[in-house]
C-alpha cells in the first residue's frame, strides 16, 4: 500500500529538548516536504526536498532543520524546540510531474512543546 | 510571491442545502496546479482534486463540483445536497510548476453541516 508514515503522531517535549520526527514514504517518490498547521493559518510550508541531499527553505524553516539522505526518508529536526512550535506536523511526497498524480499526506505528528 | 485566499472562515449550511466554497489566487507562473483538500474532525488530510493551470474544463464528481476560472483567478468547490459527513475542513492549495516544488495552501475553511 502507497503511504507516507511518520513518527511519532504525538508528542509533549520540553522546551530545548532536541527532538526528531520521521518521515518515510515507500513509492518511490523524490519531492518531499514538511508542513505545519496551525489554527487559522491553514498549512505552511517548512522545508522541502527534490532529491537525496537536495533541500531548500519554505516558507517558515526558522528553528527547523531537515536531511535527505536517503530518497524515502526526510526527517524534522528541532534542535531546541519553543512553545511556538506547538503544532500539527504534515510530511508529504510526490513525484515530480503532478500532471498525473498528487501529494500524499502522511497521518500527521502533534507536538506540543512546554 | 504565490498566494491563496479563501475568505470564508466558516460556514454552516443545514443538511441537503447546496454550499460553495470559494478559492482566489494569485501566481506570477503560467503553468500551475491547483488542489482541494478535505481534513474531517480525525485530522488526515483527503485529496479531492488537482487542476492543471491548462485545463480550464469543470469537473463533476458525484455531489462535488469545481469550477475553475482563470479569468478571475478563483477555484470555487461547490457541495450540492450537503450530508453531515461533508463537515470536514476544506483547503484550497496551489503549487507551481517545474522544479521548484513550492506549494502555499489558503487558511481554510470549516464546513459544518448540521442535520
Known amino acids: 500500500e502507497a503511504q507516507v508514515t511518520q513518527n511519532p503522531r504525538y508528542l509533549i517535549t520540553v522546551t530545548g529538548k532536541k527532538l526528531t520526527v520521521t518521515c518515510s514514504q515507500n513509492m518511490n517518490h523524490e519531492y518531499m516536504s514538511w508542513y505545519r498547521q496551525d489554527p487559522g493559518l491553514g498549512l505552511r510550508q517548512i522545508y522541502y526536498?527534490?532529491?537525496?541531499?537536495?533541500?531548500d527553505k519554505g516558507d517558515v524553516p526558522e528553528g527547523y532543520k531537515v536531511s535527505r539522505k536517503e530518497k524515502r526518508n526526510f526527517p524534522l529536526i528541532l534542535e531546541s524546540p519553543s512553545p511556538n512550535q506547538t503544532s500539527l506536523y504534515f510530511c508529504?511526497?510526490?513525484?515530480?510531474?503532478?500532471?498525473?498524480?498528487?501529494?500524499?499526506f502522511g497521518p500527521g505528528t502533534r507536538l506540543t512543546v512546554l | 510571491a504565490q498566494k491563496v485566499t479563501q475568505a470564508q472562515t466558516e460556514i454552516s449550511v443545514v443538511e441537503k442545502e447546496d454550499v460553495t466554497l470559494d478559492c482566489v489566487y494569485e501566481?506570477?507562473?503560467?503553468?500551475?496546479?491547483l488542489f482541494w483538500y478535505k481534513q474531517p474532525p480525525s485530522g488526515e488530510l483527503v485529496f479531492l482534486i488537482r487542476?492543471?493551470?491548462?485545463?480550464?474544463q469543470n469537473e463533476i464528481s458525484g455531489r462535488y463540483s469545481w469550477n475553475f476560472q482563470k479569468s478571475t483567478s478563483s477555484f470555487n468547490f461547490t457541495i450540492t445536497a450537503s450530508q453531515v459527513v461533508d463537515s470536514a475542513v476544506y483547503f484550497c492549495?496551489?503549487?507551481?510548476?517545474?522544479?521548484?516544488?513550492?506549494?502555499?495552501f489558503g487558511t481554510g475553511t470549516k464546513l459544518q453541516v448540521i442535520p
Open positions: 526536498s527534490m532529491n537525496v541531499e537536495v533541500t
Open positions: 501566481t506570477r507562473d503560467t503553468t500551475y496546479y
Open positions: 487542476r492543471n493551470s491548462f485545463d480550464e
Open positions: 508529504a511526497s510526490s513525484p515530480p510531474d503532478l500532471g498525473t498524480d498528487t501529494q500524499y
Open positions: 492549495a496551489l503549487r507551481n510548476s517545474g522544479g521548484y516544488q513550492k506549494v502555499t
